[in-house]
């Protein structure tokens, strides 16, 4: 039961950020127990491990954007508390982000047994949401051949129904002249 409310609650911090799905090393660190600085102190001690597909810093502009997505699922308060300029602490440089792949490299650089589970139940997690979004995708496609298909179809039918239409209108022009009785005198 535990691991499905932990999953749950992956699966809300997974964001997609240039296109690919990430998590914040703020929320990474929270799951792990630790502190954001003791998780990239550790990363950085390792910069080796984490190349620009692993991990990357986000831009200003990414952050702005991030912070105004996620106000309404609640998580922007947390977010700009953690871009702080003044002295009284918090963060003074723009959080970073590890893709899935370096996530599952944070488990050789963090190596309690917490942060071994957590990276588990990450990784479980972002499996389940790639066949979720390779579903989806599958179903977007076959939603577009029917549509071809459809749009086959009412083109067929609309000449159909054309065809029909010429037909009656001359079976009307046909009824709707009487032929008069008798000689015709010119």
Known sequence: MADVILQAKIRNRIIPIRGIRVMLDKDLAEFYGVETKVLNQAVKRNTERFPADFMFQLTLEEFNELVINCDHIGHSE?????????????????????????????????????????????????????????????????????EEKYDTHDKKIKDIFTALDYLIKGEEEKNNKKQEIGFKCK
């Open 78 to 146: 947390s977010l700009r508390s953690q871009f702080v300029t003044s002295k009284r602490g918090g963060r003074r440089y723009l959080p970073y982000v590890f893709t899935e792949h370096g996530i599952a490299m944070l488990s050789s650089v963090l190596k309690s047994k917490r942060a071994i589970q957590v990276n588990i139940a990450i990784v479980r997690v972002f499996v389940i949401v790639s066949r979720i979004i390779n579903s989806s995708n599958d179903l977007v496609e076959k939603i577009n051949k029917l």
